[in-house]
C-alpha cells in the first residue's frame, strides 16, 4: 500500500491517504458515495486512491 499525501482544496489543511483494492462493496459505501457506485464509477476490484483531510475532514475518491 502506498503513503499518499496532499493539500485540501478545501481549507488548505495536510490531506493523508492510501491506494486500496475494492474488494467488499459494503465497506467501500463508507467511503463513496452510493451514486458513485450505483452509476458503475467504482466496481469491485478497482484499485483506488482515498484522501482524508486531516483538518476538515474533506474526502476525495480516485480510480486508478
Do not use: H, N
Not at 31 to 37: A, E, H, P
Request: with cysteine; glycine share 12%; net charge negative.
Amino acid at each position: 500500500m502506498e503513503d499518499l499525501e496532499a493539500k485540501c482544496p478545501k481549507c488548505g489543511g495536510d490531506m493523508k491517504g492510501a491506494e486500496v483494492t475494492i474488494r467488499i462493496p459494503e465497506v467501500v459505501r463508507s467511503f463513496l458515495g452510493i451514486r458513485d457506485i450505483a452509476s458503475g464509477l467504482f466496481e469491485e476490484g478497482d484499485r483506488i486512491l482515498i484522501l482524508v483531510c486531516q483538518g476538515c475532514g474533506y474526502i476525495e475518491a480516485y480510480k486508478r
